[in-house]
């Protein structure tokens, strides 16, 4: 089964409209990390969030913010007043500490954003 | 500080040749990672390090593609001999440790090594 799964291959959003990337995992460890990164054209990987396992509140950084539903097992992720610099791949990614702390990626989904 | 390095940014080599990818992770990492990233698809973890020794390399093609991580700190990776399906982007990621519900564990990549096998 897959770790990770991203349903969108690509999405497209109106530049400062709001966009949700969606993402569900499959795990049976209680403790685990859900990421999103960022991959722009020029191939590097950016950080950009971060959610716990045990974290009662979804994670926000600045336009970010992770709309985590445990039971659902959905770490999706919210980009608020989308800019033209935000067209890229965007990865969800998974960290088990029993599977000896694999991250498991997603496929990713393509967000372009149009002016 | 300084961000994860990799060399070279791009090479290409007809298939059955050979090919060596550095990475030199960020100064006091632990965990070395090297992924194999082909177009239009997510990373795919090739192989980890903690320290000098290995995580695990269960997804490594062992028959052609080798890794070490000399001292614990800087790693190169082979492939030998080359073949067409192993043009990809190679991407090296470190991080400080090993904690798998810890954000301060975050991967921090480089900006990847692209091969083109003709």
């Known amino acids: 089964a897959q770790k990770i799964t991203q349903t969108q291959p690509g999405m497209f959003v109106q530049e400062k409209e709001a966009v949700t990337l969606d993402c569900t995992y499959d795990?049976?460890?209680?403790?685990?990390?859900l990421f999103w990164y960022k991959q722009p054209s020029s191939g590097e990987m950016i950080f950009l969030i971060y959610q716990g396992s045990y974290d009662q509140q979804n994670a926000t950084e600045g336009r970010y913010s992770l709309n985590f539903q445990k039971a659902r097992k959905s770490a999706n992720l919210v980009i608020s007043a989308s800019q033209l610099g935000d067209s890229a791949m965007y990865f969800c990614?998974?960290?088990?500490?029993?599977?000896?702390?694999?991250?498991?990626f997603g496929t990713g989904t393509s967000l372009t954003v149009i002016p | 500080e300084a961000g994860v390095a990799q060399s070279p940014r791009y090479k290409i080599i007809e298939k059955r040749q050979s090919v060596a990818f550095w990475c030199n992770p960020i100064?006091?990492?632990?965990?070395l990672y090297w992924y194999q990233q082909i177009l239009g698809q997510g990373p795919k973890l090739l192989i980890q390090f903690q320290n000098n020794g290995v995580v695990d390399d269960s997804q490594l093609p062992k028959d052609r593609f080798s890794a070490e991580r000399l001292k614990g700190v800087d790693s190169t990776l082979k492939i030998q001999p080359a073949k067409l399906e192993d043009s990809a982007v190679y991407l090296c990621a470190s991080s400080f440790g090993t904690g798998g519900s810890s954000g301060a564990n975050v991967l921090t990549f480089g900006a990847g090594s692209r091969l083109t096998v003709l």
């Open positions: 795990t049976s460890d209680p403790s685990y990390g």
């Open positions: 990614a998974m960290r088990e500490p029993y599977t000896g702390n694999q991250f498991y």
């Open positions: 100064s006091g990492h632990a965990t």
